[in-house]
């Protein structure tokens, strides 16, 4: 296994787990910093392909291709959660792995997600575990309507759930949640009457360094963010015990990377937590324009051992991601002053409410 006890010097090369958007923006902060970036996934021509130094492109059950990936890298990390856990779990005895198997395993599963939650004293919404209709039952009695089925496992962007209403036959429910879930696991959730819903991202390295970023808006359009708004509009006391919960999370996690904490604030100024995930996030994209540390390269600083940046605001912000064929008004994005256009180099023609890419409007202060 390669040595990772201090940083990485330029020229080695990082391995990235998974493809998609989130990895092709880390391999272009590495390339700045003097890193190769190694990409493994199930897709050729994938967005992290195209601007990676290496590809591999095989299943995440392939120990032989894992195993020479994990033979031509220094260290390895993912863009997103939904990796089989047995595939981090061969890599992380050949190769370094930040942030580890047990964080990915607390973040890939909801129930374990709200279980480390409520055991580091952290609130979050009312929630009850179903395995089955009988089971769903219970949980929805418990929870009481209206509610949120969610799948355990691979539920992202509104895949995988179903809002249970007063008249809603649970039957119906249950098979609809199955019809995305990778296994006979659900969990209820009471629907939580929030006034503002927000995100916080901390990094955090081997050394135990923390750094935030400012708490941002996010404002969802058929259950996919559609804007995040920087900064959050919230009071001082607010934003410091939602900076403080995040910090807090990626210390009991012993996390060395990036995580991101969706929350709920309620009309009574609860701060409640709604997802976990350890990777850079949609709702921090902004920061690739209008930080001194992007997002990006923070996540990088982390996984390679270097100092974290700063995570200083330069400017107010609304990242407005680009859905579907959205992303066809490019050439307009690019006239207006003051904006900042992302592309991901997704295959056209674009499934509807699929991510192709952001546009970044600066807001001077």
Known sequence: MPDLSGPLPPGATIGILGSGQLGRMAALAAARLGYRCHVYGPEADAPANQVSAAATVAPYDDVAALTRFAESVDV????????????????????????????????????????????????????????????????????????????????????????????????????????????????????????????????????????????????????????TIVPANLPADLTDRAEATARHLAKEMGLVGLLAVEMFVTHDDKVLVNELAPRPHNSGHWTLDACITSQFEQFIRAVAGLPLGSTERLCDAVMKNLLGDEADDWLKILAEPGSKLHLYGKAAPPRPGRKMGHVTRLIRR
């Open 76 to 227: 390895v990390t993912f863009e997103f959660e939904n990796i089989p856990l047995a595939t981090v779990e061969v890599l992380e005895k050949l190769a370094p792995l930040r942030p580890g198997a047990a964080v990915l395993s607390i973040c890939q599963h909801r129930l374990r997600e709200k279980e480390f939650c409520n055991g580091v004293s952290v609130p979050t919404t009312a929630y009850r575990a179903a395995a089955d209709v009988e089971s769903l039952q219970r949980a929805v009695e418990a929870v009481g309507r209206p509610c949120i089925l969610k799948s355990a496992e691979l539920g992202y962007d509104g895949k995988g759930q179903v809002r249970i209403d007063h008249e809603t036959d649970l039957e119906a429910a249950w098979a609809a949640m199955r019809g995305h879930a990778a296994e006979a696991t659900g969990i209820v959730e009471a629907i939580v009457p929030f006034r503002i819903e927000i995100s916080v991202i901390v990094a955090r390295s081997a050394d135990g360094s923390l750094r935030t970023y400012v708490p941002v808006e996010n404002r969802h359009r058929d259950h996919v963010l559609d804007e």
